[in-house]
């Protein structure tokens, strides 16, 4: 088997964006000002953050800025590399799971809209206070979900009811991005695109595009059909250029996708049920 996900080709990724004139911008700026040509680049350190920093500095040394972010749990927070990442001028924003948190947290069950109705509220009130913890430290401006793919609630429902704009945030990537326009491509479980083990990390797009591997969407770049505008949501957690780490994430990616996929058949089972 042929090694994909290494540091190697993630640099001749960069590389091939900038042949084809590629501008690459993080959520924020392109949000500010987006450029005509454009990858947007999004890293969800959804943990393993010295990955991060590698790929930050890798990116760097590029003349490459991405948004980077990080969850409030020990397998993410780490305030001395956020700040490393932060000082090579990288934007750092918060991968939230509030309702994920708050409902493993306070224990509770859901069993009606009432239910529901506080477990939004109390989501929201968490989601409040880890942004304020993060603006201790950093200039908040745009936040993203976490995909939380073993709980039976979407991180998104908060804002059924409350409004991030009101807490200064100016984008969700979920929502402010028109992905008809942007072509979204994730290596969410290291699988490009693959929605049979993405259950959250996914949007509604007409673009269809099949792109299996990272040499498949170098090419595609270097073919003059790629779209002009792209966001390219890369794990770091995903991506080693050590044998050993690579074999032991590549086996257990290996299971969890086949967690994944039961996972999925049952709830699209109980939604035609
Ligand atoms: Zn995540």
């Known amino acids: 088997m042929q090694r994909d996900f290494t540091l190697n080709i993630y640099m001749k990724l960069l590389q091939a964006l900038k042949v084809k004139k590629y501008t690459t911008q993080t959520v924020l700026d392109f949000l500010l000002n ?6 947007i680049l999004r890293h969800d350190v959804d943990r393993k953050p010295k990955n991060a920093l590698i790929m930050a500095r890798l990116e760097n040394s590029l003349g490459v800025k991405a948004s980077y972010y990080f969850r409030i749990v020990p397998e993410s927070y780490n ?5 490393k990442i932060a000082e090579l001028g990288h934007e750092i924003g918060y991968h939230y799971e509030d ?3 708050v409902i493993n947290n306070y224990k509770l069950r859901i069993r009606n809209d009432e239910d529901y109705q506080k477990l939004v509220d109390l989501a929201y009130e968490n989601f409040y206070k880890n ?3 993060l603006r201790e430290n950093f200039d908040v401006k745009t936040v993203c979900m976490h995909g939380s793919p073993r709980s039976k609630y979407d991180n998104k429902i908060i804002w059924e009811k409350y409004n991030y704009r009101d807490l ?3 984008c969700e990537p979920y929502f402010d991005v028109d992905y008809n326009e942007v072509f979204y491509l994730t290596d969410a479980s290291r699988a490009w695109n693959n929605n049979k083990v993405n259950r959250r990390d996914r949007v509604n797009s007409d673009f269809k595009f099949d792109i299996n591997s990272s040499k498949e969407f170098i090419k595609f770049i270097q ?3 790629s779209p002009l505008k792209i966001m390219l949501n890369v794990h770091p957690h995903n991506w080693t250029n050590s044998m050993i780490g690579w074999t032991i994430i590549g086996l257990w990616q290996f299971i969890k996708n086949i967690a994944k996929r039961i996972i999925i058949k ?4 109980l939604h035609n049920a």
């Open 34 to 39: 987006p450029q005509n040509k454009v990858v």
């Open 79 to 83: 305030l001395e590399i956020m700040n």
């Open 99 to 101: 309702v994920d948190m």
């Open 131 to 133: 942004l304020k913890m």
């Open 168 to 170: 200064e945030i100016i």
């Open 223 to 225: 073919s003059n059909n």
């Open 266 to 269: 049952q709830s699209e089972s």
